[in-house]
C-alpha cells in the first residue's frame, strides 16, 4: 500500500503533466486555426486555375505529357506526407500503416515502388523496416510555404518527364475536421483531368471569348498553368496535412488532460480514504490508551 | 473602370477591387490595361505590378513572381505565385542579399541550373528594391 506521501507526490506529478497537456492543446488550437486560413485563402486560387486550365484545354484542344496516361505503369513513385513530431494520437501510424500495406501489396506486381518522405516520422518508421528514400524533406515544424511544395514539385515532376516514374502518387492526412482526419491515397502524375470536375465545351465556349489573344501560344501557356497546378496540388496536400496534424495533436492533447483529471480525482479519493483511516487508527489508539489508563 | 482580382496560393491580396489602370509585367514585357482592352491571356514574369484604383490618384505597387493574367471584359484576374507588397519589404535585408548572391555567382563556379536560380532570385530583389524606393520617395 502506498504511503501518504507517495500518493500526494504523484497527484503532483499528475497535475504537472496535465499542465503541459492543456498548453499543447491550446498551442495546437492557435496552430489549427492558421493552417485552416491557409487552405481557405489557397481555394481561389485553386479554383480559377482549374478554370482556366480547362478553358484553354477544352477551346484549343491542347494535350500535354503531364496530362497523358501511360499504358503500362511500372514504376512508382509514392510521396508520403507525415508530420515531423509525435503526440498526436494514430496521425502518423495511420498513414505509415497505409503506406506499408499498399507497398507489400504492390511490389510483387510492380518493378519498382520509390519512396519521397515529407516529415520525419514517416522517414523514421520506414528507416527501421529497410526502406530507403530517394529523398527526404523534414523541418516542417516551421510554416510550409508555398516555395516549399513547389520545390519538392519541381523535384517530382522533372523525375517523372525524364520516365523515372510513370506514376505518382501522394498519401497524406485529408484534413476534415478537427478530430477526423482520413488517410488518402492520390495519384497526382499523370494529371487527370476527369477527376477534376472539367466543364464541358459548350459550357465553357459560351462565356470564353474565342478571339482570345494568348502570349505565349496555348501550348506554353498549358504548360506553365499545369506546372502550376502540380505545385498547387503537392501545396495542397501538405496544407491539408499540417491542419490535420494539429487538429490531431489537439484532440490528443483534450483527451491527455482528460484522463489526467480523472486520474488526479481517483488519486485524491484514494488519498482522503487512506488520511480518514490513519486518523481513524489514531483516534482508536488515543481512545483505547486512555480506556487502560483509566483502569 | 473594370474589376481586378490578385490572388495568390497562401492569400488574397484585392477580390474584386474597382480600378482605372492596371500595370502587370508581362511575358512580353510591361502590359498596360485600360479599359475595353481586348480580351488577353498571358503568364507574367517577375517584376512590378501597379494599379491605380477608382478616384484615386496614388499608384499600388507589389513585386509578383511567376503569374497568369486573364483580361476579360469583366475584368482582370491575376494569379501570383508570390506577392510581395511594399510594407512587407525589408530593404536593407534585400540589398544585402542582392550583393550577397551576387558576389557568390562572380567569385564561385556554378551550374546552369543555379545560374538560372539566381537570375531569378536578383531580378525579384531588384524589383523589390524599386518598389520599396518607389513607396519611400512617395512618402516624401
Known sequence: MASLKDIRAQIESTKNTQQITKAMKLVSAAKLRKAQNNIVNMRPYALTLRKVIADIAVTNKVTHPLMEKKEQVKNVLLVVITSDRGLCGAFNSNINKFTEAYYNENKSKLEKIDFLFIGRRGHDYFARRGIKPV??????DKDISYELASKVANRVMNDYLEGAYDEVRIVHNEFQSAISQVVVAETILPIDLGKTTFNTEAETTSNFAVDMIFEPAPEQIIKELLEKHFDLQVYRCMSESVAGEHGARMSAMENATNNAKEMINKLTLTYNKLRQEKITTELIEIVSGAEALKG | ?????????????????????????????????????????????????????????????AVISWGYCQVSPEGVNVLANIADLPEEIDLVATKEYLAKSEKHVLDEVITDADWVEFQKEWTRARAKIEVAENTVAAKK
Open chain 1, 135 to 140: 529523398d527526404y524533406i523534414t523541418k516542417l
Open chain 2, 1 to 61: 473602370m473594370f474589376k481586378l482580382t490578385i490572388v495568390t496560393p497562401e492569400r488574397r491580396l484585392l477580390v474584386d477591387q474597382e480600378v482605372e489602370e492596371v500595370t502587370v509585367p508581362g511575358f512580353k514585357g510591361e502590359l498596360n490595361i485600360l479599359p475595353g482592352h481586348a480580351p488577353l491571356i498571358t503568364t507574367l514574369g517577375i517584376g512590378v505590378m501597379k494599379w491605380r484604383l477608382k478616384g484615386q490618384e496614388k499608384q499600388n505597387q
